[in-house]
């Protein structure tokens, strides 16, 4: 299984990079493929790392809460329905 995803996945990253390279080369005066990059577009790219880091880390937080949150109801149903096997049962 792993090598036939290997066999698929190394030429279709290599085409893929073939198929790129051009675009990656310095054209248009070496502006790339946004345009001039002046003080305001590099302004705004930090401004939008600035929110988008806190935004991420909040909400990978909020999902890992929710997520622990449902492991320990499940974990204490369980409990609840198994209980302490010594004590179970009768005589």
């Known amino acids: 299984m792993r090598n036939r995803l290997l066999t698929k996945l190394i030429p279709l990253t290599l085409t893929l990079m073939l198929v790129a390279a051009p675009a990656a080369q310095a054209t248009n005066d070496g502006r790339g493929f946004y345009g001039a990059t002046d003080d305001k577009v590099v302004t705004d790219a930090g401004f939008i790392l600035i929110i988008f880091f806190p935004l991420f880390i909040f909400t990978m937080s909020m999902l890992q809460k929710a997520l622990d949150k ?3 109801a499940r974990k204490a149903a ?8 010594t004590w179970r049962g009768g005589w």
């Not at 369980?78 to 096997?85: D, I, P, R, T």
């Open 70 to 72: 449902r492991k320990e």
């Open 78 to 85: 369980e409990k609840a329905v198994l209980g302490n096997a």
